[in-house]
């Protein structure tokens, strides 16, 4: 088995809270970061830059991780923000998740349905398509 030496993650749901907190953390450690975003592009804006204060390569990436197309592009979009090829990201961490507020008497199949896909669905999108750039042997 080949040595990982690729040191370059993307992580979805870093421009806030606990994923902001995941990227610098890895950016310490020396790994490139690619910042995903939905909502909070000035935010994400200021991981980028903090990540970058720390010496490492960032971006920050769009994705409404609910539709199925965009997330299916992520981790091409995030390699070429980050200036690099897909196969280049090692590392996946699914960060991001989509909760609106409900209870019994909002319920719908809508919901659940946003909820699955941007929950569910995406991260095992992101992570077959990790696997499809991952070179053979490592």
Not at 25 to 35: C, Q, Y
Not at 56 to 78: F, G, I, K, Y
Not at 94 to 109: G, P, V
Request: hydrophobic content about 45%; charged content about 20%.
């Amino acid at each position: 088995m080949m040595e990982n030496s690729r040191k370059t993650a993307l992580v979805t749901g870093a421009a806030k809270r606990l994923g902001r907190s995941i990227a610098l953390e890895l950016a310490r450690r020396g790994w490139s970061v690619a910042v995903h975003y939905h909502h909070s592009a000035e935010e994400a804006e200021a991981t980028v830059a903090a990540i970058r204060a720390i010496g490492q390569n960032a971006a920050a990436v769009s994705c409404n991780l609910a539709d199925e197309t965009q997330a299916r592009r992520l981790l091409d979009r995030a390699a070429q923000a980050l200036g690099i090829t897909h196969a280049e990201i090692s590392c996946v961490v699914n960060n991001a998740s989509l909760f609106d507020y409900d209870d019994a008497a909002s319920f719908s199949h809508e919901n659940l349905d946003r909820h699955m896909h941007a929950n569910i669905a995406a991260p095992i999108l992101l992570i077959n398509a990790l696997h499809d750039a991952t070179p053979e042997g490592m």
